[in-house]
C-alpha cells in the first residue's frame, strides 16, 4: 500500500460484478482506476446467484419487456466473450395445467424468442414428457413441457475475469481494503483505503463509484452524499445441491403453487436447486439458508421429481442478498431485477455515481452506462469497447469449448480429458499458463484433491487475488465440494508458505 499512487481519475469501491465490470469498461477507455474490494472479489452477492446468465422469462409476467430485451442482448454478448464460462443450456418447463395454462406459456416463449436476437441458441417448443432424454428423473405423472434456450454462467469466474481484464488494462485491484472514509473537496474525492491488518492510506480521485451492493446505503450515509430519497431491499436467494436426481445436461424450470419458479439443474456432479425471495433484514453479510427455505426448495423438487429429497439430503448449501432497488413492491419476488444509476455532483463538485440492483447478465451494459453517466466529468474518455471484447482467457479460436479441450489434450496426452476440461471450464485459453511446462499432472506437484494442484493455486495467489482456502475452494474453483479436511489443510498449509 506504501507504494500506492496518490491520484486516480476513477475509484470503485466494491469488488462484485458491478465493481470489476465498471473497473474494465474505464480503464479500457483511458481513465487510472482503482478498484477496492473490503473482503474477497465475489465474496459475496456475485458468488451466491442462481448462476445463470439469462433473459428473465418470469420478468414478462411484470411486463418488463426492456430488462428482457437487454438481458437476452447481453446473453450472447457473453458468450461470445467469455465462452469458457458462459455456456448454452436448454431448459425444460414441465407443464401443470393448474397453475399456468398452456396457451399463456406458449405466448409467453414465442415473445421470449421473438425479443432474443439470438446467433446460435434454438427456439423453444413443446415436448412430450413420456420418453427420454427429457424425461429422465421425473414422476410419471408429468408428461408434457416445453422447452427454451439460456444460459449457465459461473458467477464467481466472471468477476475474477473481469478483475484480470481491468488490471490489465492499468487498473490496480486491492482486496480486503475498505474505503473507510470519503470526502468531497470540490472537484476531487479524498477517500481513506484501509487494508485488513494495514495502515490507511489517503487517495485522490476525479470521481468515485459506489458499487458496494448491500451495503450502497450505508456508504452513502457515511459518506454523507445523494440526499435525494432512496430505498433498497435486501432479497435472500438460498440454494441447494443434492445428489444428481436426472441424467442429461438440461435445466428444469419448475413451477411452484405459488406462482414463482425454482430451476433445478446439473451442477459439479449433482443437481443445484433454487431459488428462493426473502426479505433479509440483518447484516448483509451474514447470509445463511435458512431450515424454512431449505425445506420450501425440497418441496418444489418433490413435486416433480421420483427421488423425493429432503433437508438430510442437502450436501451444499448458499445464500446470497440481492440488493434491490425499492419500487414500492409488496411481494419481493416482483420487485423489479433491473438497475438504476444515480448520480451526485455537478460542475464545482466531483461526481459520486451509487448503483442500486442489477443482475449479473446486465452488468457490461450497466458499467457502460454507467460510463456515459460520468462522460461529462471526463470529456477525453475513449468510447464504449466491450460490446465486441472477449475477456481474458476467451478468445477460444475454436467453434466450441469441447474443440479447445480437444486440441489442448493432443498438446498434453498425459493430461486426463476431464482434468484440461475443468482448467479450461475455470481459466479459458488461460489454461496453458496454468500448465507450465507440465507434461503429466506428476509435473503439476502438490495434488490437493480432485483437479486441484499447486500449479493452479500458484496462478491464483500470484494472477487472481486469492489469499485464503477458501477464495481458492469456494470462488476461483468449487473444490470445497470435493477437497476432505485433511486436503483442505495441505491447502491452508501450502499457501502460509508460499503468499
Known sequence: ?????????????????????????????????????????????????????????????????????????????????????VRPMRFVM????????????????????????????????????????????????????????????????????????????????????????????????????????????TVNCRALVNATGPWALKFINKNNYLHAALGLKLVRGSHIVVPRLYDGDHAFILQNDDRRVVFAYPYEGRTLIGTTDVAHDGDPGVCEASADEIEYLCRAANRYFERAIRPTDVLWRYAGIRPLFDDGAQNVSKITRDYTLRVDGDDENAPALSVFGGKITTYRKLAEQALEKLALWFPDMRPPWTANAPLPGGDLGTPSLHDYVRRLHDEHPGFPYQHLAALVGRHGTAAREVLGDAEDPSGCREHFGHTLYANEVDYFLQREWALTADDILWRRTKMGLYVNSVQKQLLVTYITNHR
Open 94 to 201: 414441465p407443464h401443470v395445467p393448474e397453475l399456468r395454462p398452456a396457451w399463456m406459456i406458449r405466448a409467453g416463449l414465442f415473445l421470449y424468442d421473438y425479443l432474443a436476437r439470438r446467433d446460435t441458441l434454438p427456439n423453444s417448443r413443446g415436448i412430450s414428457l413420456r420418453e427420454r432424454p427429457y424425461n429422465h428423473g421425473l414422476k410419471p405423472s408429468v408428461t408434457k413441457g416445453f422447452i427454451y434456450s439460456d444460459c449457465w454462467g459461473d458467477d464467481a469466474r466472471l468477476v475474477i475475469a473481469n478483475a484480470r481484464a481491468a488490471a490489465d488494462r492499468g487498473a490496480t485491484v486491492l482486496t480486503r481494503t475498505t474505503c473507510t472514509a470519503a470526502t468531497r473537496d470540490g472537484t476531487r474525492w479524498r477517500a481513506t483505503l484501509t487494508p485488513e491488518n494495514g495502515v490507511p492510506h
Open 1 to 85: 500500500m506504501s507504494t500506492l499512487p496518490e491520484e486516480f481519475d476513477l475509484l470503485v469501491v466494491g469488488g462484485g460484478i458491478n465493481g470489476t465490470g465498471i473497473a474494465r469498461d474505464a480503464a479500457g477507455r483511458g481513465l487510472k482506476v482503482l478498484l477496492c474490494e473490503q473482503h474477497d472479489l465475489a465474496q459475496h452477492t456475485s458468488s451466491a446467484s442462481s448462476k445463470l446468465v439469462h433473459g428473465g422469462l418470469r420478468y414478462l409476467e411484470q411486463y418488463e419487456f426492456r430488462l428482457v430485451r437487454e438481458s437476452l442482448a447481453e446473453r450472447e454478448v457473453l458468450l461470445r466473450a467469455a465462452p469458457h464460462i
